[in-house]
């Protein structure tokens, strides 16, 4: 039992966050990117996402004791700030992992159907295997594909990754999933310039769906100007919620930081945090995920004439996010930024693939494979 309630804020773009969090005390929603210090007055619970920077700046005059981001990256969050102030912290891990790794793979299926090339034909870059990149390469192994795999902190006591440069040169499609970070010896921030870029083979496919700077979008442009069979797929952007149109215009795919805004995986981020404050608070956890899970929706469908990528559209459409960013791009830079954060807020409602089952499946492993279910039969 609490002594007495908490006063929790919660950035407005957080879905069941009330109905999860209001145990605890009253629970007040506000838009995440313009919280100020005043905002903090009064407030023991800060919860977040990853447009919020967290630091001395905002809580220096705050009595919060609990931050939760319900994002898996931490960029965001000066966690030595908090851990001096002996701030409880928590993210959450894995929350939206699915959702980025079903982004991926319906972009992957779309160009290649732009392109005319079986995905199945095709050597896959993983940089940053974690819990997206390790569920990623899950995904493409159960398919059959073939996988790279880089990633120095773990190779300093696992087995099987190979080094950035051999992965450039030898995958056709790359796709980065890496954690932003600036300093130390695996630091990620501009990763990809020149020089690695330089290293790519002409019908490569570069995706980004882990941090903006990862790349140097400046780099990126330079090079998809001089080499027009590259092809770039970007959900991350180096000065979001600035996007660089010409970088944009560039790009066969685009999207306003959404890979991964599965409903599911938002849900999840939420309640993620709520174990992580009863555990803070050492109180028992005694909601259940599934309570705040829409399982009602869950669909079944037939596959008769439908493609895999059909498929996979009847669940998430990225043509959707790139139509809607596109429309964007010629605006001042100042409307630009505040329709990118508009297109994150108003966001539709999108399940994983996991959500359907599929009935007469002309190819089950590989229904199975990309995440969807198998209808029972009879
Ligand atoms: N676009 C979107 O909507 C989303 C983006 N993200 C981003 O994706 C990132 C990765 O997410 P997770 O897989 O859950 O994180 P994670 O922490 O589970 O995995 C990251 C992996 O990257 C590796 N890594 C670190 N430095 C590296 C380097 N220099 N080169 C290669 N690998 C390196 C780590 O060893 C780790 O295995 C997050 O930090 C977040 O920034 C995450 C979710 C959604
Ligand atoms: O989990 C992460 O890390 C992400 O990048 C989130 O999907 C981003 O969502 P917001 O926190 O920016 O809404």
């Given at each position: 039992m609490l002594d007495r309630k908490l006063n929790i804020l919660a950035d407005e773009n957080m879905p069941q966050v009330e109905a999860i969090f209001s145990r605890f005390g009253p629970v007040t929603l506000k838009p995440g990117r313009d919280l100020t210090p005043a905002d903090l007055q009064g407030v023991d619970v800060l919860l977040v996402r990853s447009i919020t920077q967290v630091n001395e700046a905002l809580l220096a005059e705050s009595r919060v004791k609990f931050v939760g981001t319900a994002t898996i990256g931490t960029d965001h969050i000066d966690q030595p700030y908090l851990a001096s102030r002996g701030i409880g912290f928590s993210n959450a891990p894995g929350c939206n992992a699915d959702a980025v790794v079903e982004y991926v793979l319906s972009c992957l299926y779309l160009v290649a159907e732009q392109q005319g090339f079986d995905p199945k034909e095709r050597t896959y870059g993983i940089v940053g295997v974690g819990n997206v990149g390790g569920r990623l390469q899950r995904r493409l192994q159960a398919l059959g594909y073939t996988v790279l795999l880089n990633d120095p902190p773990r190779a300093r006591s696992e087995e099987g990754f190979v080094s950035l440069d051999h992965l450039l040169k030898q995958a056709d499609v790359i796709c980065l999933h890496t954690?932003?970070?600036?300093?130390?010896?695996?630091?990620?921030?501009?990763?990809?310039?020149?020089?690695?870029?330089?290293?790519?083979?002409?019908?490569?496919?570069?995706?980004?769906?882990?941090?903006?700077?990862?790349?140097?979008?400046?780099?990126?442009?330079?090079?998809?100007?001089?080499?027009p069979s590259l092809t770039f797929i970007l959900d991350v952007w180096e000065h979001e919620p600035a996007v660089n149109a010409d970088l944009a215009e560039r790009c066969a795919i685009v999207s306003p930081h959404v890979a991964g805004y599965s409903f599911d995986g938002k849900i999840r981020g939420t309640f993620m945090l709520y174990q992580a404050l009863c555990n803070y608070l050492n109180l028992p956890c005694s909601e259940s995920l599934d309570h705040f899970l829409p399982q009602s929706e869950l669909a079944c469908v037939e596959q008769g004439e439908l493609t895999t990528l059909e498929l996979m559209q009847k669940v998430f459409d990225p043509r959707i996010d790139d139509y809607m960013l596109r429309q964007t791009l010629a605006l001042p830079e100042t409307?630009?930024?505040?329709?990118?954060?508009?297109?994150?807020?108003?966001?539709?409602?999108r399940r994983e693939f996991s959500s359907l089952s599929v009935s007469g499946a002309k190819d089950p492993s590989q229904i199975e494979g990309i995440g969807f279910k198998l209808a029972a039969k009879g």
């Open positions: 954690p932003l970070t600036e300093t130390g010896e695996y630091a990620t921030q501009h990763l990809i310039a020149d020089r690695e870029l330089g290293q790519l083979q002409d019908h490569a496919i570069i995706l980004n769906a882990g941090r903006g700077p990862v790349i140097d979008n400046d780099a990126l442009l330079a090079i998809g100007k001089t080499r409307e630009q930024k505040q329709a990118f954060d508009q297109l994150r807020k108003q966001y539709r409602v």
